[in-house]
């Protein structure tokens, strides 16, 4: 089952835009971990905020946390062609380690 | 590069068949995940071994196994296989740092088509 539900499905921007997806999740969470996917590919971990964190910076990526509305978002600043690819929030809950994947959002950026 | 090696990265077999993907997970993690991703389920997870022993079950199949060595590498066990066995199946890994803040590392994956 999918603990989170990403928002957009789909995101179509020119390059040098900003892009934010949003993700939504059902439990209390111990962190949550956004990652990349280009197309078939692995999966690349791009940030980890924790539940008693309301913000996160790395390069060009603003990760956001809100508890009280169960949700987080990801903004990709100065979006370039390679930033193209799906991105996928995942939530640790509970006492152990596995992650439970979102929906993605498909980003593509145009030149 | 994550660090987490997968083999084989394709496999084509028939339905019926048994596989088994084999990873290695990133120098001194104790953790190994399994997760299956396909059109229609998404990313899910399978099972979780740390350091030897099973520690976290998913939505795995009674059909698929799976095992962490001594080496701590992994190995996934897929019996009788079905078309809709057919997917990308993930090896991830963890385990250095606080057990509740691990960023969980994956690899590239190994493709499963069943024919």
């Known amino acids: 089952s999918q603990q989170g539900e990403e928002d957009p499905q789909a995101l179509s921007i020119q390059e040098g835009e900003n892009a934010t997806m949003n993700c939504s999740y059902k439990?209390?969470?111990?962190?949550l971990q956004w990652y990349r996917q280009n197309s078939g590919r692995g999966l690349v971990h791009l940030i980890l905020?924790?539940?008693?964190?309301r913000e996160k910076h790395s390069g060009r990526l603003r990760v956001t946390l809100d508890t009280s509305k169960k949700s987080s978002s990801l903004l990709i600043t100065a979006s370039r062609a390679a930033d193209t690819a799906s991105y996928f929030c995942?939530?640790?809950?509970?006492?152990?380690?596995?992650?439970?994947f979102g929906t993605g959002t498909q980003l593509k950026v145009e030149l | 590069d994550s660090g987490v090696t997968q083999t084989p990265k394709h496999l084509i077999t028939a339905t019926g068949q048994r596989v088994t993907l084999r990873c290695s997970p990133r120098?001194?993690?104790?953790?190994v995940y399994w997760y299956q991703q396909s059109l229609d389920q998404g990313l899910q997870f399978l099972i979780q071994?740390?350091?030897?022993?099973?520690?976290a079950k998913g939505n795995i199949l009674e059909r698929f196994s799976a095992q962490q060595f001594p080496d701590l590498h992994s190995e996934l066990n897929l019996s009788s296989l079905e078309l809709g066995d057919s997917a990308l199946y993930f090896c991830?890994?963890?385990?250095?740092?606080?057990?509740?803040?691990?960023?969980?590392?994956f690899g590239e994956g190994s493709w499963l088509t069943v024919v």
């Open positions: 991830a890994s963890s385990g250095r740092g606080t057990p509740s803040g691990n960023t969980i590392y």
């Open positions: 439990t209390s969470i111990n962190n």
């Open positions: 905020i924790r539940s008693n964190e």
């Open positions: 995942a939530t640790t809950t509970g006492g152990g380690n596995k992650l439970t």
């Open positions: 120098s001194g993690d104790l953790s």
């Open positions: 071994y740390y350091n030897g022993e099973e520690r």
